[in-house]
């Protein structure tokens, strides 16, 4: 089958198994550039295994610190006709990179917020891992069924208080313009804190401490956006917001509860990146294309995979690691910063249908969105009949 990508909307509905390995490849190459993690974890589970951070998250334990993982992830298989999601491809990658290099790994394919996925997990682990050491939660999810209720739940992004409109950029027609969004009701905003809130992060927790899987000093985190002005109204000060900081809650939480292993648990704050949930959200492709441009202009522009080896490296391994006011690993600072920001306020401004491509970094947008389901690579032949049916 010869795969050329298939873009509706905010998504790119095929992905390319060749190029999904050389994402994986790139990032394991960036990994085993860079000096080896210090004491860094040996046993690590990833919840959210597959693409954006949490991708880079098992990569960086296992290339940078030769961990076993397990992974947890939701993907679609391929069948004869129809290629498989990006993820499944970059997991198949994974385990072919890590066993040449003889580490050891295993991937459960399935519904994370289940009690049938953390029993599995559970298992594994005590038959094949020992006692766990750093369980990242990096799961982005429009959808969440209630393992108890049964009752299917739906995030929203909506502002909360009043009607925004704002500027965005619809990567599909390549268009800038205006969109105007409804304030969330008050069961919207439960419904949102019901699938990314915390909840879900401590019943993970909750089951490894009750099977005895949870290392002394053991380490967990799970990942949020903070941003700044330009964002807060979709992001930061909407339901999306009120979910993360549940999390937030569910950090203080997780800590209270189990000292008898004095178990660390962070939310970790991160850049805004082109990952396949950032696409979905009104905003952000605009928003992110114009600080692009700013950062690399700066020289300070990072990828998924740069981050995350700085979030092991200057936060959860780092002998003192830089909180934010409420207490999170902050990896956020050089988007964040006052100066970074004037700028893109700047740009927001004026941009127009017109100068989009001038003021934007459109082609590192562009760029980025296709090579999350492995398309856009240079060193690879994207009119090569190949075999969508890669297996793991
Ligand atoms: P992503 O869409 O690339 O990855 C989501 C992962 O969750 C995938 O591995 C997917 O398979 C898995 N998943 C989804 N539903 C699942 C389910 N029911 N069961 C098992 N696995 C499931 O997203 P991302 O952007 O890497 O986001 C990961 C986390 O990082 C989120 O909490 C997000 O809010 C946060 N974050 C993202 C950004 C950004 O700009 N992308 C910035 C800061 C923080």
């Excluded at 990179?97 to 997990?121: P, V, Y």
């Excluded at 920001?341 to 296709?370: C, I, P, S």
Aim: aromatic share 10%.
């Amino acid at each position: 089958m010869v795969i050329k990508p298939k873009i509706r909307g905010f998504i790119c509905t095929n992905a390319h198994p060749v190029g999904c390995a050389e994402n994986v490849k790139r990032q394991i190459s960036y990994v085993k550039q860079q000096p080896p993690i210090e004491n860094a974890p040996k046993n690590v589970l990833v919840i959210g295994c597959s693409t954006g951070y949490g991708l880079a998250s098992r990569i960086t334990a296992a290339f940078g610190g030769q961990a076993h993982t397990l992974g947890v992830c939701f993907e679609k298989e391929p069948t004869e006709k129809k290629t498989a999601t990006a993820g499944w491809y970059n997991t198949a990658a994974f385990h072919q990179e890590a066993e040449s290099e003889g580490l050891k790994f295993h991937s459960i394919n399935g519904d994370a917020f289940s009690d049938e996925i953390k029993q599995e997990s559970i298992d594994y682990i005590k038959n094949n891992m020992g006692k766990i050491d750093l369980v990242v939660y990096s799961l982005a999810s429009p959808k969440r069924k209630d393992p108890e209720s049964g009752e299917l739940y739906s995030s929203v992004l909506k502002p909360i208080g009043k009607q925004y409109t704002t500027k965005t950029y619809n990567t599909d027609k390549d268009q800038v313009h205006e969109v105007t969004l409804d304030p969330a009701t008050d069961d919207d905003i439960a419904n949102t804190v019901k699938v990314m809130g915390g909840e879900d992060w401590e019943r993970w927790i909750k089951a490894l401490h009750d099977a005895d899987l949870l290392a002394n000093d053991c380490q967990t985190t799970a990942y949020t956006y903070i941003g700044k002005k330009l964002t807060w109204p979709i992001y930061g000060h909407a339901t999306i917001g009120r979910a993360k900081e549940d999390l937030d809650r569910a950090s203080s939480a997780l800590d209270d509860t189990y000292k008898d292993v004095n178990l660390k648990a962070y939310v970790s704050s991160l850049k805004a990146l082109v990952t396949q949930a950032s696409s979905a959200i009104p905003v952000m492709p605009l928003y992110i294309s114009l600080i692009y441009g700013v950062m690399k202009e700066e020289g300070t522009h990072e990828g998924c995979i740069e981050q995350i080896y700085r979030l092991f490296t200057e936060g959860l391994y780092a002998e003192t690691p830089e909180l934010d006011d409420a207490g999170r690993l902050h990896m956020d600072g050089y988007e964040t910063n006052d100066k970074t920001q004037a700028k893109v306020e700047a740009l927001w401004d004026k941009v127009t249908q017109e100068n989009f491509h001038d003021l934007a970094d459109y082609e590192g947008y562009h760029n980025d969105f296709l090579k999350l389901f492995g398309f856009g690579f240079d060193n690879v032949d994207y009119d090569a009949d190949v075999n969508p049916k890669v297996n793991w």
